[in-house]
């Protein structure tokens, strides 16, 4: 079993020609509202793979509570661990320019009374993987961390976004994923990607894995420091393939693929999730990940 510890949101999208700058003011003709949140996000992508996935986490009792509970259910996903409070759901307004390249604000709402205690001792054991982000409270992804590695559960932790957690933390974790950028903050120096991956994975015995956009992603575990190239396309959306990444990685563990083989199946479906509008896009499935991984050589390792 997959658990998804994380964030539940209601995106609203604002296509633009161009990104606004500071103090500027920018139009368009209309929005779009899409499920998210980067918890939300994941556990649709991994449930894309067949597994059995369940969602932890919280909405609000406003409008947008019941369409992004529906939007998990239609992908299914598990939502008996979705409570709701009485207070917003999170929203999140992302801004995408004619590139595919975006801005995004998120008011969090609901997500901030997310508690660990949501997930029973029952649903910790050696076959659950544990996936997480950093749009939910520390002090609770924290507790859930020592929960989980007590209980014998494999953690996938996607540091996003690259808020301050302590090492005893990392170091109970077995995947760390990051993107560039939020290496940047966890290493707190400027340095590759390959540099980021191989100190991480020395300071807190995690496998490391840095992802790059279009230039694929890199891994440093136990055998080394690998690369895998990303899809040759042209994106239409990026926001959600970061969270695909994750959930499609979490899903090739649960059904026992290597991190290796993962990283591939990751890259390939975090370049489909490009070609479609929203986070959670009806365009990755499994049929479709396997479709393309052809296109992608297998990861080379890094002298």
């Known amino acids: 079993m997959i658990l998804v510890f994380g964030s539940l949101n209601a995106d609203l999208f604002f296509n633009v020609n161009n990104l606004p700058k500071k103090g500027e003011t920018v139009l368009c003709s209309e929005y779009k509202f899409q499920p998210g949140g980067k918890g939300a996000n994941q556990a649709v992508a991994a449930a894309s793979l067949g597994g059995h ?16 509970i529906d939007a998990l259910q239609n992908s299914n996903v598990g939502v008996s661990g979705v409570i709701q409070r009485q207070v917003n ?7 995408v320019e004619n590139q595919g390249e975006n801005q995004i604000v998120v008011a969090s709402g609901a997500n901030l009374k997310t508690t660990s205690d949501q997930i029973s001792d029952t649903q910790l054991n050696e076959d659950t993987i544990l996936v997480l982000q950093m749009e939910v409270p520390i002090a609770e992804i924290r507790k859930i961390i020592f929960r989980a590695r007590k209980a014998g559960c494999r953690i996938v ?6 808020l301050k957690v302590d090492d005893d933390v990392l170091k109970l974790c077995d995947y760390l994923i990051l993107n560039a950028g939020e290496a940047k903050v966890l290493a707190g120096k400027k340095g590759s990607a390959e540099n980021y991956a191989r100190e991480f994975f020395e300071k807190y015995d995690v496998e490391a894995i840095i992802t790059l956009g279009e230039q694929g992603a890199v891994l440093a575990n136990g055998s080394g420091v690998y690369r895998t190239k990303a899809l040759d396309l042209k994106p239409l959306d990026t926001v959600g393939a970061g969270d695909a990444f994750v959930g499609v990685f979490a899903a090739c563990l649960s059904i026992g693929k290597s991190s290796l083989s993962a990283l591939s199946y990751a890259s390939v479906a975090g370049g489909i999730t490009c070609l479609a509008e929203g986070a959670q896009t009806s365009l990755l499935s499994s049929q479709e990940i396997e479709r393309n991984m052809k296109r992608l050589s297998i990861p080379e390792i890094i002298k």
């Open 89 to 95: 759901t999170g929203i999140a307004c992302v801004m």
């Open 53 to 68: 996935v369940e969602m932890i986490g919280s909405v609000g009792n406003d409008i947008f509570a019941k369409p992004v």
């Open 157 to 162: 932790l996607n540091l996003a976004p690259a």
